[in-house]
């Protein structure tokens, strides 16, 4: 099987976070990056990333969305259509 076709089978998604674990910047760059290479329709990146690491604004964002696991991510990020 084609390596991408197996590595997309292989994915997962993880919504339960241990409270009090950390990102370090650069990580959180790599992953924005790996993300802003991405394929894009028509090669545009028209969206904004904003990077929410305080805990107020993930309470809230978690109450308006009720998704519980932002309360206990590291950070969150929100993608906005531009």
């Known amino acids: 099987m084609?390596?991408?076709i197996q590595l997309m089978h292989n994915?997962?998604?993880v919504r339960?976070?241990?409270?009090?674990t950390?990102?370090?910047?650069?990580?959180?760059r790599e992953i924005i990056?790996?993300?802003?290479?991405?394929?894009?329709w028509r090669a545009?990146?028209?969206?904004s990333i904003i990077?929410?690491?305080?805990?107020g604004l993930k309470d809230e964002i978690s109450n308006l969305t009720h998704q519980p696991s932002i309360k206990n991510c590291a950070v969150?990020?929100?993608?906005?259509g531009d």
């Open 11 to 13: 994915h997962v998604s």
């Open 2 to 4: 084609n390596e991408t």
């Open 51 to 55: 990077v929410v690491r305080d805990q």
């Open 22 to 28: 950390d990102i370090n910047e650069s990580t959180l």
């Open 76 to 80: 969150f990020l929100v993608f906005v």
């Open 16 to 20: 339960e976070f241990v409270a009090g």
């Open 44 to 47: 545009l990146q028209s969206y």
């Open 33 to 40: 990056n790996a993300g802003r290479d991405a394929s894009t």
